[in-house]
């Protein structure tokens, strides 16, 4: 029991879901009749059981859970959909799992339900190799009350995780603040200058002075175009959400960037197609991360022998995949403190990847984001109307996670930011930071749902109910109060038809 103690508390202050896989396959085997333990969470999007790698078990396995394949992959299925502890004395004359006899496959097995209520998180599994029979009912609830644990803590991870990103937020807002406020204050003098560098080698043509004049022009032109992308940059929720051209924002880029690599001696190769790549998104928060890639890309190569640079992108089955490379005498992945949580959360939210890849002398950026439908006049028209609409920022408080990211993909694929909340940090995150619009479950906060809403009134101007099904009585208190109704399965008319409205409160109020 001291042991079984000591490692509920090591999950509790584990850091990922790897961390707990590692101490349950490395403590369980000691305190019960375990041979083999392997911890499979749940993924909604591909609707299968992955198994977490640990060192001892590193391979990859997703068992689905519609189609599972004969053998034990059944009896995890099984668990999961009646959400109750399996336990299975002889798994070769088990109807359950139809194992068989093969070699290494244990005789003994328990699957245990990964439990936070109201959400199943995945399944525990435990077998022993060298006996059959029970596992003990003390040893069945000890593990049930491990597994729960297990399930506590990576929900406190998630949150955790929501935590770390909106105080990233925050800094960055703050410094972006910062940022457009010393640009604005610099671009006056800028064009001064711009204007009588300009004036003064009109007026004096063919004067020695003429040449340093022309370049004292040129520099400072430089010099305004680079306070203009600062504000740019300092302030991406103004750039609406359109088609852009991603291949004329790299191009833009690259150019902008020449002067400083001539100097610093990097050869660079610009392999962008001449036809455009349109994309559904926020050009600034674009335009953001591939400067951001470039100067990574621009800071490792001043270590590297070969100073190389090389950008590229091409079209594959509807999407455009962009390659930032460049040549590195040590290739590493870029750390959390150079922005990259950032800019994967910012391609994410444009339905994209970014991935990094890294060998022996290079190193590739690759980010990958859906292109514009337009091959129909329905896409065209959908195009049409993001296009119109301003980036939202959106709470969402809804403790059913499969339904969450369900609506997080609906909203990101527009271009809105959105954020998960746990209702009991609505309140004060709301008076924190600006947000356009909630969408609240009925599930998370039961019959007081009104209440909610009378409370985040006056911070959040839109309140949107996320409901099962059609209730008259609700939807008429929302409309006295200025709500919308949304039910489930939601339906993307009716989600545009209110994000049109929820645009036209937060336009109004800015």
């Known amino acids: 029991m001291r042991a079984f103690h000591s490692l509920s508390e090591d999950i509790i202050a584990a850091r990922s879901p790897g961390e707990i896989a590692e101490k349950l396959a490395a403590v369980l085997p000691s305190i019960t009749q375990a041979t083999g333990v392997r911890l499979y969470l749940f993924n909604p999007r591909?609707?299968?059981?992955?198994?977490?790698?640990?060192?001892?078990?590193?391979?990859?396995?997703?068992?689905?859970?519609?189609?599972p394949?004969?053998?034990?992959?059944?009896?995890?299925?099984?668990?999961?959909?009646?959400?109750?502890?399996?336990?299975?004395?002889?798994?070769?004359?088990?109807?359950?799992?139809?194992?068989?006899?093969?070699?290494?496959?244990?005789?003994?097995?328990?699957?245990?339900?990964?439990?936070?209520?109201?959400?199943?998180?995945?399944?525990?599994?435990?077998?022993?190799?060298?006996?059959?029979?029970?596992?003990?009912?003390?040893?069945?609830?000890?593990?049930?009350?491990?597994?729960?644990?297990?399930?506590?803590?990576?929900?406190?991870?998630?949150?955790?995780?929501?935590?770390?990103?909106?105080?990233?937020?925050?800094k960055l807002a703050a410094t972006g603040q910062l940022i457009s406020g010393v640009a604005?204050?610099?671009?006056?003098?800028?064009?001064?200058?711009?204007?009588?560098?300009?004036?003064?080698?009109?007026?004096?043509?063919?004067?020695?002075?003429?040449?340093?004049?022309?370049?004292?022009?040129?520099?400072s032109q430089r010099a305004a175009t680079i306070v203009s992308r600062l504000v740019s940059f300092a302030r991406p929720e103004d750039s609406p959400v359109r088609p852009v051209d991603v291949n004329a924002?790299?191009?833009?880029?690259?150019?902008?960037?020449?002067?400083?690599?001539?100097?610093?001696?990097?050869?660079?190769?610009?392999?962008?197609?001449?036809?455009?790549?349109?994309?559904?998104?926020?050009?600034?928060?674009?335009?953001?991360?591939?400067?951001?890639?470039?100067?990574?890309?621009?800071?490792?190569?001043?270590?590297?022998?070969?100073?190389?640079?090389?950008?590229?992108?091409?079209?594959?089955?509807?999407?455009?995949?962009?390659e930032v490379g460049h040549s590195t005498g040590a290739a590493s992945a870029p750390s959390s403190d150079s922005g990259v949580d950032v800019w994967r959360g910012i391609i994410q939210n444009h339905g994209g990847q970014l991935r990094f890849r890294a060998g022996s002398e290079t190193a590739v950026f690759e980010i990958d984001l859906p292109l514009t439908p337009g091959a129909t006049p329905a896409a065209a028209r959908g195009a049409s109307r993001y296009s119109a609409m301003r980036l939202l920022t959106l709470m969402l408080v809804d403790s059913d996670s499969g339904a969450q990211r369900q609506l997080v993909k609906l909203l990101a694929a527009r271009g809105h930011r959105v954020v998960p909340v746990p209702a009991e940090e609505a309140a004060d995150l709301a008076q924190r930071l600006r947000f356009d619009g909630v969408f609240c479950a009925v599930h998370s906060r039961g019959s007081k749902w009104n209440d909610f809403q009378q409370h985040l009134r006056a911070a959040i101007p839109a309140f949107i109910l996320l409901s099962d099904g059609y209730d008259a009585e609700s939807a008429g208190g929302l409309a006295d109060g200025g709500g919308f109704l949304l039910t489930r399965p939601i339906q993307e008319s009716e989600l545009d038809i209110i994000l049109e409205a929820v645009e036209a409160r937060a336009a109004a109020r800015a």
């Open 69 to 170: 394949p004969l053998g034990l992959a059944e009896g995890a299925v099984t668990c999961f959909r009646n959400r109750t502890l399996l336990n299975i004395p002889d798994v070769r004359r088990s109807p359950l799992v139809n194992a068989g006899w093969k070699p290494g496959v244990p005789r003994s097995m328990m699957f245990v339900p990964l439990t936070a209520h109201p959400d199943l998180v995945g399944v525990l599994e435990i077998g022993n190799t060298r006996r059959l029979g029970y596992f003990t009912l003390e040893e069945q609830a000890a593990v049930q009350h491990l597994a729960n644990q297990a399930a506590a803590a990576m929900r406190l991870q998630e949150q955790q995780s929501v935590r770390e990103q909106l105080f990233r937020s925050e």
């Open 249 to 322: 924002i790299l191009a833009g880029l690259l150019e902008f960037r020449e002067p400083e690599w001539k100097t610093m001696g990097v050869r660079v190769q610009n392999r962008l197609p001449p036809e455009p790549a349109m994309v559904l998104g926020a050009h600034g928060q674009i335009e953001q991360v591939f400067l951001n890639l470039l100067l990574f890309a621009e800071q490792s190569v001043s270590s590297a022998g070969l100073r190389s640079l090389s950008v590229s992108s091409s079209r594959m089955a509807g999407r455009v995949v962009v």
């Open 46 to 67: 591909t609707k299968s059981l992955e198994a977490v790698p640990t060192a001892g078990d590193p391979e990859p396995m997703a068992i689905s859970v519609e189609a």
């Open 184 to 219: 604005n204050e610099l671009r006056a003098p800028l064009e001064s200058i711009l204007q009588l560098s300009a004036s003064l080698a009109a007026e004096r043509g063919g004067s020695p002075i003429q040449h340093e004049l022309k370049q004292l022009a040129t520099e």
